[in-house]
């Protein structure tokens, strides 16, 4: 009962440092949804603009992810996700994170994923691609890298 108090409290106090919204707080420990956001692989579609299953843009697919097997409430968009949770250097990302690419299609921040591990990152990428698996590494990531945040 103590540690559920505690994570409460914890989940709370994430809440007011970074404006999300955590429901369940009990999912913050758990690292499953990272698999289960991978298996979303050939079953969405990128659409820009849609935020519903199974039709999503980068940042509506991240803020669907999140909020059901995260139980953390994201803002709406890349531009808006980017200014919540603690800024991470690359060197110190770890899966999870959420990494942001800038000057994609517009000026500013225009594209969000999630740091898998290892310099790779998944995100619904366009209507070419829909969502895979990228590394950091690649030249177009590289060029438009903006910044990583955890919001756990």
């Known amino acids: ?17 970074s404006h999300v919204s955590v429901s369940d707080p009990g999912k913050l420990t758990d690292t499953s949804w990272l698999n289960r956001a991978r298996a979303m692989i050939g079953k969405v579609n990128y659409v820009f603009g849609a935020e519903s299953y199974p039709n999503f843009d980068c940042s509506g697919w991240v803020q669907y992810v999140f909020r059901e097997y995260r139980g953390i409430n994201l803002p709406r968009t890349s531009s808006a996700q980017s200014q919540v949770g603690t800024s991470v250097s690359r060197s110190s990302l770890q899966p999870g994170d959420l990494i942001f690419l800038q000057g994609t299609y517009k000026s500013g921040v225009s594209h969000v994923g999630i740091y898998l591990g290892n310099g790779y990152y998944i995100s619904n990428e366009n209507e070419k691609n829909d969502l895979q ?19 756990n």
């Open 1 to 17: 009962a103590l540690q559920k108090q505690l994570k409460s409290e914890q989940a709370k106090a994430l809440v007011k440092k």
């Open 133 to 151: 698996i990228d590394s950091l590494n690649n030249s177009y990531s590289q060029t438009h890298y903006w910044g990583a945040k955890r919001v």
